[in-house]
């Protein structure tokens, strides 16, 4: 119908046909465009749930189109195909958004009043489309803050691209050729500075203006008010980055010690490189394991998954460098899209969002109603970072040999500090950028500032430009500002649940009931169920068991 570039291919991959099938189906949405809303209460609830079913089907397409462009973002017919795709269904949605919120603004009283379900009557009650649409403005800076994330993923794929890929021999590397390749990549990014300043630059003027189009005083205000206060740092968030600093200075220590360094530096992180699975089959059969080692319903969700293809894993040339799970709205399913090479890494990676399908696959399965589509994002992560940590104790699934399963639940610790310390890096340094206007070499140097505290026992003289371009290599930063304050805060609950099975407070079983049950709820509601404190005796504790794992 409008000659996509991918009709011509004779074999399609799973997403393409998947894009093919909902395009047979167009036929039967497109109407609502032109459909007029009945006079009667009772019709209007019909007409209103027909609109919200098309609305969902036109995200869908979109979000298809999009994960066809992330696959190859170099391709021209790619780009083409997904230009037009958001014209056409992007139109068709704006105008469907449109109607939905004309009728609810004119039928609001009465809608309230007939057979709605909770859903509805709340987003009846709570939604402004029309403030939303209204703003020509905010629609600007907001395609503007598009662009700029669209070039910065552009360059970072190319980036990315670069990285050594990990090799079956689990001997420590050489320091020399460890420094050789950390300063590589170091100087792939540095050629792109001027290119990912300019999107920086780009970037901080589009939120600024953003913020000013809404009523803010700056950016910061707006992240703090879609941010609920609870969500930032709690007063004891001062002992948990000094316990986070304690225990990684200790294992920098040790680490020094063992490979007989004067000065640990940061290509000394990363001493070995192995390939842990090759391709998807392997992937897929050492994940399986070990959801069946952990509880049967996690094997059952994950294989419903793999059967319908609903994820793209392996790395190409032009994919974008993003690891992420997204929810289907009119299918109702997760589609996780990775790029795992094989490393240890890519383990940790391919767990943790396979956390977020089951989660989104089990939400689906309790609420199938269409308003329910989208998870809460905090509660989200709290399932996918509990299920990291509940894998450590299976990783000979992944790896042969105790010492190298030893290893990589070490490096694993080691990368959960480092997180929590990002996450107070990350909270300084958006505080101070985006309370003011400033230029990208000024964001540069206020990332060196924020992170020259949280960098344990390693040692950056010499490469202080490592550290000024560390805030470009932070996806995040451009994607989901303020984000991070949902790892900070749902790390330190799954790391407080982990806890509690390690002490045998609570069990695998109870992680899988607490999902089911709780998928939809706030993630308040799950830290009251399991009882989640910050007091320096559950702080105190938590520590000590990630100490117990470091050093077994």
């Given at each position: 119908m409008h000659n996509w570039s991918f009709e011509e291919e004779a074999c399609h991959s799973a997403l393409v046909r998947r894009i093919m099938a909902l395009q047979e189906k167009e036929h039967l949405f497109h109407t609502q465009i032109n459909a007029t809303c009945p006079s009667d209460n009772e019709g209007q609830v019909a007409f209103i749930y027909r609109l919200g079913k098309a609305i969902l089907f036109y995200r869908e397409l979109l979000t298809l189109f999009s994960l066809f462009l992330q696959q190859d973002v170099t391709s021209p017919p790619r780009r083409t195909d997904v230009a037009k795709a958001n014209q056409i269904y992007g139109k068709i949605l704006h105008d469907l958004t449109g109607q939905l919120d004309a009728v609810i603004r004119t039928n609001?009283?009465?809608?309230?009043?007939?057979?709605?379900?909770?859903?509805?009557?709340?987003?009846?009650?709570?939604?402004?489309?029309?403030?939303?649409?209204?703003?020509?403005?905010?629609?600007?800076?907001?395609?503007?803050?598009?662009?700029?994330?669209?070039?910065?993923?552009?360059?970072?794929?190319?980036?990315?691209?670069?990285?050594?890929?990990?090799?079956?021999?689990?001997?420590?590397?050489?320091?020399?050729?460890?420094?050789?390749?950390?300063?590589?990549?170091?100087?792939?990014?540095?050629?792109?500075e001027h290119e990912?300043?300019?999107?920086?630059?780009?970037?901080?003027?589009?939120?600024?203006?953003?913020?000013?189009?809404?009523?803010?005083?700056?950016?910061?205000?707006?992240?703090?008010?879609?941010?609920?206060?609870?969500?930032?740092?709690?007063?004891?968030?001062?002992?948990?980055?000094?316990s986070c600093r304690e225990l990684l200075s200790r294992l920098h220590q040790h680490r020094k010690d063992h490979l007989g360094l004067v000065r640990l530096r940061p290509f000394d992180m990363n001493t070995r490189n192995i390939k842990v699975f090759g391709g998807v089959d392997d992937w897929v059969a050492k994940t399986g394991t070990l959801l069946r080692e952990m509880h049967p319903t996690l094997l059952d969700v994950f294989r419903s998954i793999i059967s319908e293809d609903l994820f793209d894993i392996l790395p190409n040339n032009g994919k974008t460098p993003a690891d992420f799970c997204l929810q289907l709205p009119y299918s109702q399913k997760p589609y996780m899209f990775m790029n795992l090479r094989g490393s240890r890494k890519d383990v940790m990676t391919g767990i943790h969002e396979v956390g977020h399908a089951i989660h989104i696959h089990l939400l689906f399965n309790r609420f199938n109603k269409f308003f329910n589509y989208k998870v809460n994002p905090a509660t989200s992560e709290f399932f996918a970072l509990t299920l990291e940590l509940l894998s450590l104790p299976h990783m000979d699934c992944y790896y042969a040999g105790d010492d190298i399963s030893s290893w990589a639940r070490t490096k694993f610790i080691e990368s959960l500090l480092t997180s929590f310390l990002t996450f107070d890096t990350i909270n300084t340094f958006e505080k101070s950028i985006y309370r003011e206007a400033i230029s990208a070499a000024e964001c540069k140097q206020r990332f060196r500032e924020a992170i020259s505290g949280n960098l344990g026992l390693l040692d950056y003289t010499g490469y202080e430009k490592a550290l000024e371009l560390w805030a470009y290599r932070i996806p995040l930063l451009v994607s989901s500002p303020g984000y991070f304050l949902n790892y900070a805060r749902t790390q330190l609950g799954a790391l407080f649940f982990f806890d509690g099975v390690r002490n045998g407070k609570f069990s695998i079983a109870d992680y899988v009931s607490l999902m089911e049950r709780k998928c939809n709820s706030d993630v308040d509601e799950i830290f009251d169920e399991i009882c989640y404190t910050e007091t320096e005796e559950s702080i105190d504790s938590m520590f000590c068991t990630l100490s117990a794992i470091a050093y077994n």
């Open positions: 609001r009283e009465q809608l309230l009043c007939t057979s709605l379900d909770a859903g509805w009557r709340n987003f009846i009650t709570t939604k402004n489309t029309s403030k939303r649409l209204g703003k020509k403005a905010f629609a600007s800076h907001m395609k503007q803050e598009k662009k700029c994330q669209k070039q910065y993923f552009d360059i970072t794929a190319t980036i990315h691209s670069l990285n050594p890929a990990p090799t079956e021999e689990p001997s420590i590397i050489p320091r020399k050729n460890r420094e050789k390749s950390w300063l590589e990549e170091n100087q792939a990014w540095e050629n792109m990912l300043d300019a999107v920086f630059d780009n970037l901080l003027q589009s939120r600024q203006a953003l913020a000013t189009s809404l009523g803010f005083k700056n950016y910061l205000q707006l992240l703090e008010q879609k941010q609920p206060s609870k969500n930032f740092p709690s007063p004891s968030s001062g002992k948990i980055s000094a």
